[in-house]
Structure formats: C-alpha cells, structure tokens
C-alpha cells in the first residue's frame, strides 16, 4: 500500500510546483501532476499546502556535558522537538573525551541516540590531537563521521593552536572528511574573561563584552588563511557578526574555500538581551554572543546572497532555575547556550519568507538541502525526488502561532524567543513515510530515528 499526497505546492532548492506524490514505504515512489489512486492508497489532502522537504539541522548538543552540568535536551526530547519543528534529521557533536580514543566517544553517542525519534548523524568533535587520534580518523570516517570539528576558543578547555589546526585539517582532507571550526579567538577572550572577573565584575552583560566580534573576525580571517595554507575546505560554525562576515565574503571573492554556518540568534537576537534586570540575562548566554541589532540585517543579506550556506541552530539548551543560575557569582560560570531546535524551521520561514529576505526556495536551500549536500546526505536527505527517503513537511502557511516555553518540546523552562509571532507553521510531519506530527499532535513512535551512515562532507563547493 502507497501513499498519495494530493494538491499540494511541492518545493525544493530549486523548483516549486503543484503537483502530487506518492510515498512508498520508506521512500517517495512518484511525483507528478493528478497522480490515480490506487486501490488501498492512504489519501492526504494537501490543498493550499507546500510541501517542504523535512528539514536537517547539522549542529546540535544533545545529552552533552559542559561546563559542569548537562545540556538539559537528551537525543529523545531534543528530536522530539525538532520533529515538531519541521526538522527531520540532526547532526550532533559527539565530542571526544579528553585524552581518551575518538572510537569510545562514538560508541557513548550510539548508547545515548538510542531514544532519538528523527534521523541523525554525528560529527566528532576533536578536544585534544595527538598521534593516535590522527591515526583514528579514517577509520571513524569509514563509520560515516565524515565531519570534524575543533575549537579556536575556550583556552584551556577546548582550544587547540595552529600547528594541531595545520595537522589535523591535512589528514581529514585526506580521507575524505570536512574540517568545522568554532572560529573565536581564545587568547583575547581569556585576557578579557580574567580582567573582568579580576575587577569584580559578575553580571550576564560581561559576556558579550568579553567576547568582541573581533574575535571572530581574527579567528574567521586567520582559519580561511590555515585552509589556503593546507588547500582544505573549511566549515566556519555559528557566524555571528557582521564583521566576521566580510571576511568570509573577501575569502569567496578571491574563490577560497569557506563555508558559513549562522544561527536563527545571529539574524533575530540581539545583545541588548543581556541587560535584561534579575540575572535574566543569562538566558541568552552563548559563544559567540549575540551581536549588537545592527549586525542583524547584514547577517540576513548574506545568507539571502549566499554568502551563508546554511541555517543550523546550535542548540545547547540549559534550564534557567538549576543550571543558568550557576552563574549567578561569575558570568564565566553561566552554561553557554539556548534551546532552539524546534524553532529554526519556523522562525526561518516568517522571519526569512514571510519578511521578503529569503524566497522559498533559498529557504528550502539553507534549512535543508545545502546542509544534506554539504554533509554527504544527499538526495537521501533534504529533498523532495523520486527514491530519496519521504521526510516531508506539509506545512500550513497561513496558520499562525507564537514561540512560547509554555508550548514548545524542549526540556527547558524558558525560550529565547518567548513571545515571536509565527505565521505558517507544519501540520504535519512524516519520517521516512511515516507521520511523526499529525495535524500539529506529535505522534511519533519511540526510538524511530535512524543513524545516518553520510557519504563524503564538503563535495558541494
Ligand atoms: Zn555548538
């Protein structure tokens, strides 16, 4: 027995068209105009509906310990909430446990993923080079981890210097993986980390005053110089400033090699937040900070011009009572990050499509198709053509709802963007063929979600 989804307004990265299509198990069978029903044939009436592809959301901390506690969102809730959102695969960052091999990583990441219900995949997250560890990456890569990333910031923790950034780009290149960057500058960070704290000075605010986009735009500047040096690809993470924007603009007019990577925070949030009275502040504490507004628009042209590739989210979410408030002493303790899986494809679609910045098709193109292309997923994932997996959004633009801790999915007593209007949302969502999110309800099996073996990162450029 197939499915048929009729009269729907079917749009990928490159086209859209009003056309129905049939889904086949797993997989979608056929797309054409006035498609017959076959005998037994499952019917969804699309009418005044698009058909989005189900989004992929290619930066996400689910179950991660940081900063002496655990982000609050496990595998479970954090893809419950994507689902919801429209977003139908993830890929989280399985992060190396210091001095120990990448293998025991990933083998903590298959016991913890177990309870996902969308598809995911994993980057590994490199936290100390040696020899070993080099000598591990093609075989992790082999497992279908074909993305890397290391840290420019966070001295003392996470940082490593360039020669481990020369060294470790070179063999990712080499077996065929991509290099991700968390490109801040560490040094200037720490300096201004240590001199506030030294002057007594604790409040949220003192988070984004420490870390200055300057810092990026060296950190910007200095990776994409690494990646000529070693003739890599570069994936930069989280771009948040204007000013590391030019950079990768510079870099892409001279043909280099980078990639950018933003976050629904960097177009829609601003610094300002960090003055909010009571500590409150501390809710939107993340690295790199949100921007002064008028980086915002900037940030927008250059994803609607390309020179972003693509939206993720960063997801990292802490709950405010227990976990944010660690801070309340030093905002150097304030766990970094917010909630915001289940929001991107949405925030996304009003705030991109419905403000005239992005058309549907490039919002279809940064939320995901270039993700699914730039991490070996592709057509399997992030598009609508015959034989690629049915995980689709039939999505209801005129519905209209708000952002609210009240409704959301996440584990997290609080959002970032409480109170933002939406107008179009999902009514319903299918993984692999299957509803996941029927008209708004989630109802979604348990542990559905799929490990994601990818092809080759970085073919896209
Ligand atoms: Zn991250």
Redesign the pocket.
Known sequence: MSTLIKGGTIVTAGDICAADLRMDGEKIAEIGKDLPQKDGDAVIQAKGRYIFPGGVDV?T?FELPFMGTISADDFKTGSIAAICGGTTSFID?CFQDKTKPLAEAVKAWHEKSKKAVADFGYHMGITDYTPAVAAEIPSIIKQGITSFKFFMAYKGVLQIDDGQIIGIMEIIGKHGGLAMV?AENGDMIDTLVKRFVAEGKQPPEYHWLSHPALAEEEAVHRIIELARFTDQPIYI??LSSADGLEKVKEAMSRGYKVIAETCPQYLLLSSDLYYKPNFEGAKWVMSPPLRPADHLEKMWDGLSKGFIKTVAT?H?SFNFKGQKEMGRESFAKIPNGIASVGDRFNLLYTYGVGKGRLSLTRFVDVVATAPAKLFGMYPQKGSIAVGADADLVIFDPEAGGEVSAKTHHHNCDYSAYEGMKLKGLPESVLLRGKFAVRDGKYVGEQGAGRFIARGPSGKMM
């Open positions: 930066h901390h960052f968390h993470v989280h960063d990292c």
